[in-house]
């Protein structure tokens, strides 16, 4: 029997493990032991997930959270580490992008576990991004390499990975996986009346939340957007600190903004939306599992099928540049088709590797 050790602490990171852990919990020889480092700790960036998607429950959880980057990195580091040694594994596995997938690659390098990364070879070639640095990272010490897409495998190449003694495996995107499994469960939230036609946005980067002008064009840029369609805002805490807490230009009241919301709730705004503005990873694929035009508030994006296929505008963080893409896509919805990021069989794959003899 194989034991994986999986470290996760962070709302995306849930998704993907839903998919992932229900895969390994099927396997005959493979066991999972879930460590959450409590990087996202509010019940509905969190416990909520565990409950509607069926993740097991973390047999740890580091309560480790809302402390600067480095602060909460070495701390999970070390918890981390404490329970390694206690768990001795056969396999540490790792998700995306967050300090907790860089604590818990490092964690694990240090007293010689091998690790797993999931997500692995996404670039945004933009170093100023505290999830690149964690990717790039995590990537270049980790033992098997989970790619979601060609691009991903390619720029592992194009580092010269083929050179490291690693398994690179093209598996598709566990988040594909995710939303075929759950997308029939879509559930309509709670008490909310919704406006017959809207815009979904999310917002949550570090490099658009905490830079006042960028922060005030994205936001002049949505109350504009909204007087033509509204806009449902589920708005992650870090945003709601940082607009109650500065001297930004109100939020037009054609913009509903609302708690964090749940995966099935998520799913149910997707299937309604007209379109997605945000500046999310995830929901720019979900934009396109459901066949929704995105907007992505940034300069880049990992995911750059979606964008040369015309599905997603990189509009960055302009105003007049967002206005522009929202008026594009009102004028011409792109022609979706399907299998950018696999079958729906990531997981499936990531599992029987695991399995594999020589592992
Ligand atoms: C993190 C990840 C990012 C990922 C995102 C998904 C890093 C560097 N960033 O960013 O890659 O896309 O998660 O959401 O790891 N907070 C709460 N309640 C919560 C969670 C967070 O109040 O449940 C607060 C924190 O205390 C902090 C702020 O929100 O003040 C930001 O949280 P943090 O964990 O630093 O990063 P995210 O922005 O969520």
Redesign the pocket.
Known sequence: MKKILSIIG???QFIKAAAVSREIGRRKGLTEVIIHTG????HN??QVFFEQMQIPEPVYNLGI??LP?GA?TGRMLERAEEVMLKEDPDWVMVY?????TLAGALAAKKIGLPVAHVEAGLRSFNMTM??EI?RILTDRIADLLFCPTQTALDNLEREGFDHFDKRVLLTGDVMYDAYLHFSDLRKAPTGLKLPDKFGLVTL???ENTDQPETLKQIVEALNEIAEELPLVLPI???TF?VINHSKLPAMSNKILVIEPMSYLEVLYLLEKCFLVLTD??GLQKEAYFAERPCITLRTETEWTELAEAGYNQVAGTRKEAIIKAFRGFVRKKPEFTSGLYGIGNAAKMIADAFLQPEL
């Open positions: 962070a709302r995306p990087q996202h700790f509010d960036m969190s959270h809302s980057h909460m995306g992008d967050t300090n907790s505290p999830e964690n949550h980067r570090a992650h805490p870090r600190k999310s990873g």
